[in-house]
């Protein structure tokens, strides 16, 4: 298995402007996370589906924030408009049972 | 309120000694507890677990201790390497919290040559 795929790995946009970061599970995982990771706040959890579905979006930020996951194999992170304090890195994570598996991040640059 | 705890944001060890990483918690219901290793550029990646029913686990030259008394966890490398430079999240679940893992804030272990 490829393991879990993130797009695009590197991101720098403008303040305003619409961000979407998209993740692909590991196959056959009912589980998908979405976390950010700043140096002040260390790997903070943003939100997470089971079979398709939002469980807890607590940890989403602001309504700027918001997360789709249509179907099993696809899920996107949205932030719009975005600015630059949503700099970080955006790591997507999959799981069947407690080991999750994260993919490689996307690094977000709002400038 | 931070339920996972490092307290020691940075560990610098020589190659060949041993290694030891320490993670504090705050819920007692807590019963399943992981340890992820993070290089940069790079995802974290699985390390080694331990369930709250055991009190050491190990793998190669990594051990995980829980005490749950203290609410407290380490891992243990040993000999440490230089390719063990990295960051380190400490993290714990709830059996009835789906897959949820809560994490520490990260200790960058530097193993010079």
């Known amino acids: 298995d490829a393991g879990v795929i993130q797009s695009p790995r590197h991101e720098v946009t403008e303040m305003g402007q619409e961000v979407t970061l998209r993740c692909k599970p590991i196959?056959?995982?009912?589980?998908l996370f979405w976390y950010r990771q700043t140096m002040m706040r260390g790997l903070e959890l943003l939100i997470y589906?089971?079979?398709?579905?939002?469980?807890?979006d607590s940890g989403m930020p602001e309504d700027r924030f918001s997360a789709k996951m249509p179907n099993a194999s696809f899920s996107t992170l949205k932030i719009q408009p975005s600015e630059p304090r949503d700099s970080a890195v955006y790591f997507c994570?999959?799981?069947?049972?407690?080991?999750?598996?994260f993919g490689p991040g996307t690094r977000l640059t709002v400038t | 309120d931070q339920q996972v705890k490092q307290n020691s944001p940075s560990l610098s060890v020589q190659e060949g000694r041993i290694s030891i990483l320490n993670c504090d918690y705050t819920?007692?219901?807590?019963?399943?507890f992981l340890w992820y290793k993070k290089y940069p550029a790079e995802g974290p990646t699985f390390l080694i677990s331990?369930?709250?029913?055991?009190d050491k686990n190990e793998d190669g030259r990594f051990t995980v201790f829980l005490n749950k008394s203290a609410k407290h966890l380490s891992l243990h490398i040993v000999p440490s390497q230089p390719g063990d430079s990295a960051v380190y999240f400490c993290?714990?679940?709830?059996?009835?919290?789906?897959?949820?893992?809560?994490f520490g804030g990260g200790t960058r272990l530097m193993v010079k040559p």
């Open positions: 994570a999959s799981s069947t049972r407690q080991r999750q598996y």
């Open positions: 196959s056959g995982h009912d589980y």
């Open positions: 589906f089971n079979n398709n579905v939002p469980i807890d």
């Open positions: 819920n007692s219901m807590f019963d399943y």
């Open positions: 331990i369930s709250s029913i055991k």
């Open positions: 993290a714990a679940s709830l059996n009835n919290a789906g897959n949820m893992l809560t």
